[in-house]
C-alpha cells in the first residue's frame, strides 16, 4: 500500500494579548528659549529601539519622543518648540512557542497630554497599548492519493485553503526632495511640522514587493524678513523590497507603522533654504499567501482489506474577504467656551480609531471616531495660534459572505483625505475618508486524513452478514455510508439497482449484494 501526501503548511494564531503601559514625565525648557506662557500644540511617536525574546518573554525597550510647541510670555507671544525624549520598557509574558519572529506586535500611542507645571516646566502624560499576536506556522501533510489496494473505495472532501507562503519582517526607508512654492518665503527656522502617510498600497511582484503611497506634509516656519509662514504638500513616494518568494499571484497581508520621520530645510542651487529633505521609516509585517484547492481523502475502504484511517484534527484556514473600502464621515467641530476664537485655518491631521469591531449577522460592524486636530491662527492677539481638538465618530457595515464566530479579522485604515473648512469663528466643518484595509479568514477544524493501516478482514463478521439484502435508506444514510456497511461500493449498488447517486433519498428500497463474497 502506498500512501501519496499533500504538505500544507497552515498559519494561526495561537495567542492574542493586549496591555498598556503609562509614560510619565516632567520636560524643562531649555535656558536658551524664554519662559513658557501657553501651550499650543504637541504630538508624540513611538521608536522602537530593541526587542528581545527569551523563553516566551517579550522584552520591548523603546523611546517616546514628544515635541511640544508654545508661546512664549513675553509681549510677541513668539512661538517655539521644545523636544523630550522618555525611555520605556515593557516586558511581556507569553507562550514558551512565542518568538521574536513569530510574534506580532503593534504599539499605539492612545493619548498624550502635556500640562503646564510652570513657566519653565510642562508634564507629560503618555498611554501606550500593545497587541501581541503569537503565530504559528505549521505543516500538515493530508493523504490525498492510494495505491496497491484493490477494489478500494475513496471518498475526497475539496477543501479551499489558505496557504502562508512566507512571513518576514521588514524596513522601508523613504527619502524624497520638495521644493518650497515660488510664492513662498525662503525658509529661516521651521517651527512646526506634522507627517502623515496616505494611500499605502503594496503588491507583490516578480521577486519583489512594489510600495507606494504619499506623504502629506504641514510645514510651520519662520520666513527671512516675512514673519511666521505656513504650507501644505502632498509628497508622492514609490519603491521596491527585494522579496525572492513574492509573486505577482500570491495574496500580500501587510501591517504598517511608520517609526519615525524628519524633515530638513536644505539649501538649493542660490544658497537658499528653499529645499525641504522628508525622510521616514516604515516598519512592515509581510505575510505571503496562496489560495489553493486540495482534494485530500476523507475515507477510505475496501471488500478485501480492513482500512482503518488515522487521523488527527487540523486548523486550516481559508480567505473569505480580502479588500479595500472606504468610509466617509462628517461633521461639525467647537469651540469649547475659552478658548480664542478663529480667524483662519493654518492646517488639521486626522487619526482614524477602530474603536470596537463587531461580528453579527448583517456582516462586520466597525465603529470608531476619526481624531481631528485644526491649527488656527485666533483673533486673539495675546494668542496668536490656538488648536482645537475634536473626534467624528462613525459606524460601518461591511458585508463579508461566509462571517461567523470563528471567522479572524484584520483591519487597518489610513486617512486618504481630510478637509475642515470654516463656518464661523467658533465653527469647523470636517470631511474625511478613510481607506480601509481589511483580511478575513474562516477557521475550521478538520479531522485530516495522515495514515491509513491495512488489517486481514474479519472473517467471522463478513460471516454474519446476509449475501443479499433488501434494504430501506434512512434519513442519515448516505450511498458511500450504505455501501460501507455491506462491505461493497457505491457504484455497485448503483449498477444493481439501476440508479444514480443522486437519485438516493430517504425511503427509498435498495438490493444490496455483498461484495467481498463474490471475490
Not at 499567501?289 to 488515522?310: H, M, Q, R
Amino acid at each position: 500500500m502506498e500512501l501519496l501526501k499533500k504538505n500544507i503548511r497552515m498559519f494561526a494564531e495561537t495567542e492574542k494579548v493586549t496591555d498598556q503601559i503609562t509614560v510619565e514625565e516632567d520636560c524643562i525648557v531649555p535656558d536658551s528659549l524664554p519662559d513658557a506662557g501657553k501651550i499650543v500644540w504637541k504630538k508624540a511617536f513611538i521608536r522602537m529601539e530593541e526587542i528581545q525574546a527569551d523563553e516566551g518573554r517579550i522584552t520591548l525597550n523603546g523611546q517616546l519622543k514628544v515635541q511640544i510647541l508654545y508661546l512664549d510670555d513675553t509681549s510677541e507671544h513668539g512661538l517655539h518648540q521644545i523636544e523630550d525624549t522618555i525611555p520605556f520598557q515593557k516586558m511581556q509574558m507569553l507562550g514558551e512557542q512565542a518568538t521574536k519572529e513569530n510574534t506580532q506586535i503593534i504599539w499605539k500611542l492612545e493619548d498624550i497630554t502635556v500640562s503646564m507645571i510652570n513657566s519653565r516646566k510642562m508634564g507629560i502624560h503618555g498611554l501606550i497599548s500593545f497587541q501581541f499576536t503569537v503565530e504559528e506556522s505549521r505543516d500538515v501533510q493530508a493523504v490525498v492519493e492510494m495505491h496497491g489496494v484493490s477494489d478500494v473505495s475513496i471518498r475526497r472532501k475539496k477543501m479551499d485553503l489558505l496557504e502562508l507562503r512566507h512571513q518576514k519582517k521588514d524596513v522601508f526607508r523613504i527619502k524624497e526632495n520638495l521644493t518650497l512654492p515660488s510664492n513662498k518665503p525662503t525658509i529661516s527656522q521651521i517651527l512646526w511640522d506634522t507627517m502623515q502617510l496616505r494611500g499605502i498600497e503594496i503588491r507583490p511582484s516578480d521577486g519583489k514587493l512594489e510600495i507606494k503611497g504619499e506623504m502629506f506634509l504641514f510645514l510651520l516656519y519662520e520666513g527671512e524678513n516675512a514673519g511666521i509662514q505656513w504650507m501644505e504638500s502632498a509628497v508622492p513616494f514609490q519603491g521596491t523590497l527585494e522579496y525572492p518568494q513574492a509573486q505577482s499571484d500570491i495574496l500580500c497581508r501587510a501591517e504598517v507603522q511608520m517609526e519615525h520621520y524628519k524633515i530638513t530645510p536644505e539649501n538649493d542651487y542660490d544658497g537658499e533654504q528653499r529645499q525641504i529633505l522628508t525622510e521616514a521609516t516604515l516598519n512592515l509585517d509581510i505575510h505571503l499567501y496562496e489560495e489553493e484547492s486540495a482534494d485530500i481523502l476523507e475515507d477510505v475502504y475496501s471488500p478485501v482489506k480492513e482500512l482503518l484511517p488515522v487521523r488527527e484534527e487540523q486548523v486550516f484556514e481559508s480567505l473569505l474577504v480580502k479588500r479595500n473600502f472606504r468610509i466617509k464621515t462628517k461633521g461639525r467641530l467647537k469651540l469649547g467656551a475659552s478658548q480664542p476664537r478663529i480667524l483662519q485655518i493654518c492646517s488639521s491631521v486626522g487619526e482614524g480609531s477602530m474603536d470596537d469591531i463587531q461580528v453579527t449577522e448583517k456582516g462586520l460592524v466597525i465603529e470608531g471616531a476619526v481624531l481631528i486636530s485644526t491649527l488656527y491662527v485666533s483673533s486673539d492677539d495675546r494668542v496668536p495660534y490656538a488648536v482645537l481638538e475634536d473626534a467624528i465618530p462613525f459606524q460601518q457595515i461591511v458585508e463579508v459572505p461566509g462571517l461567523n464566530e470563528n471567522s479572524r479579522y484584520q483591519v487597518q485604515n489610513y486617512v486618504e483625505q481630510l478637509s475642515v473648512n470654516m463656518l464661523d469663528s467658533e465653527t469647523l466643518e470636517a470631511s474625511v475618508t478613510l481607506s480601509v484595509d481589511l483580511f478575513v479568514v474562516e477557521l475550521h477544524r478538520e479531522a485530516c486524513m495522515t495514515e491509513v493501516e491495512m488489517q486481514e478482514m474479519d472473517l467471522k463478521k463478513l460471516q454474519d452478514l446476509p449475501g443479499i439484502v433488501g434494504y430501506m435508506v434512512q434519513p442519515e444514510d448516505t450511498l458511500w455510508s450504505i455501501a460501507k456497511q455491506y462491505y461493497t461500493t457505491p457504484e455497485k449498488i448503483c449498477e444493481l439497482n439501476q440508479i444514480e447517486e443522486k437519485d438516493v433519498r430517504p425511503g427509498m428500497g435498495l438490493v444490496i449484494v455483498k461484495t467481498v463474497l463474490s471475490n
